[in-house]
């Protein structure tokens, strides 16, 4: 299957709105191409369109997996973006827990990650194992930007359709890794407020967890805001 140019191969991930294949790019490359699912509605066409352009404001020196391409083929958007091979956080939590020095080795890099979002207004609201990413070098990369969500309204790359998606009193995250405040109203969180450091916070924690990663995210993870 091709779609804008790019071979797909295996699929690597799949969620509310979209898959995630592996694929080949025209020059060779391995990347991996985002495809929004087929008759989405036109509120999940505006949540990918966000993704996309907030993927377009974070680099991959910001500590997050970047955006190489994006498009539409046959009414089918789709985004393109590295292939990081080096596995999830959740992967290696599989094996045991980390230890201390490289927990906070990690937390301190994920802290700057999401600082530096927060810099530009964007809160990610879904900081878990699963969406944190590491390079063949070891280097962790954020991903998974589909919650990710502008609160300046103002800021160069957002706009109002954007900016006001959540619907108050609607939950957005996944359960064990977002803070009540967030569970209650995914509205709430904002660069200017606390919760990014429960997220931060948790995702630490199961990382020295001895109960294979602490909270599990099988618990169910809203993406309608």
């Known amino acids: 299957m091709r779609v804008g140019g790019y071979t797909l191969g ?9 898959a995630v294949f592996r694929a080949v790019a025209p020059d060779g ?16 066409r505006d949540r990918f369109e966000r993704e996309r352009r907030l993927l377009a404001e974070l680099s991959e020196s910001d500590g997050f997996v970047p955006l190489l391409d994006s498009g539409e083929d046959k009414g089918q958007p789709f985004i393109v973006m590295p292939l990081v091979g080096g596995g999830t956080l959740r992967d290696r939590l599989k094996q045991g827990p980390l230890a201390i020095e490289a927990t906070i080795e990690l937390a301190e890099a994920l802290a700057l990650a999401i600082g530096r979002a927060h810099e530009l207004g964007i809160v990610h609201r879904d900081l878990k194992p699963e969406n944190v990413l590491f390079r063949a070098d070891g280097k962790p990369l954020v ?15 957002t706009s109002q359709a954007g900016a006001a998606l959540s ?21 709430f969180p904002s660069p200017s407020r606390p919760l990014p450091r429960w997220t931060c916070s948790r995702s630490a924690r199961s990382c020295t967890s001895a109960s294979r990663a602490g909270p599990r995210s099988r618990a169910p993870r809203s993406s309608r805001c």
Do not use: I, N, W
């Open 143 to 157: 991903g998974d930007l589909g919650l990710a969500k502008h609160f300046e309204t103002d800021a160069p790359a």
């Open 29 to 44: 490359r391995e990347v991996a191409v985002k495809v929004l699912h087929r008759g989405a509605r036109s509120s999940g």
């Open 10 to 18: 295996g699929e690597l991930g799949r969620g509310g709105m979209g």
């Open 167 to 187: 619907r108050t009193g609607v939950m957005a995250g996944t359960a064990g890794y977002m803070a009540p405040e967030q569970a209650r109203d995914a509205k």
